[in-house]
């Protein structure tokens, strides 16, 4: 079976944050894959437009991982790690199309930044992260640990992202 390289982003600003930190590393080893590098972890104030207040700082840590699993399956392991450590994604509303996205402090969230080389656009899963060069909080754990990766869309490295943010 091919062995493909996904990079992702875990991140929370809920409850015991370390330790949900590495539950989810080692989620991640067990559900989705090998880990192959990791940054440090990060501390940074919250980014965008949040329905509450929210009452910690998030702490971030990028990942590069080796799997079997398709895009899609990653995806699905995610969603599923996320609810094991406790995440409640709200419901969806018709309203919730805004061009203004409203974001939820949680326990834990994991995006999938990128996945191989490849382009993914479906409803529910785009690849590489659409928002992930407008982001500091990504761009910083990602520099860490593939600064000459470039990104398939932008033609750009991380390291060149970044100091462009």
């Keep these: 079976m091919m062995t493909n390289r996904v990079v992702l982003l875990i991140g929370g600003n809920q409850g015991d944050r370390y330790c949900l930190m590495e539950q989810a590393t080692e989620q991640i080893r067990q559900r989705i894959g090998s880990v192959v590098a990791l940054s440090r972890i990060c501390e940074t104030k919250p980014w965008g437009d949040f329905a509450e207040e929210p009452q910690q700082d998030f702490l971030n840590r990028a990942l590069v991982v080796e799997t079997e699993l ?35 402090s949680r326990p834990m969230d994991i995006d999938i930044i990128f996945y191989n080389d490849e382009v993914i656009d479906t409803p529910d899963l785009t690849v590489p992260h659409p928002r992930m060069h407008q982001r500091r909080f990504v761009l910083e754990p990602l520099a860490e640990i593939i600064p000459g990766y470039r990104h398939p869309v932008l033609k750009k490295t991380v390291k060149e992202l970044l100091y462009e943010l």
Excluded: K, N
């Excluded at 895009?71 to 309203?95: D, F, K, M, N, Y």
């Design 70 to 104: 398709t895009a899609r399956q990653v995806l699905e392991e995610a969603l599923a790690i996320e609810a094991v450590l406790g995440r409640l994604r709200p419901a969806v509303h018709e309203s919730d199309d805004l061009p203004q996205r409203v974001y939820h």
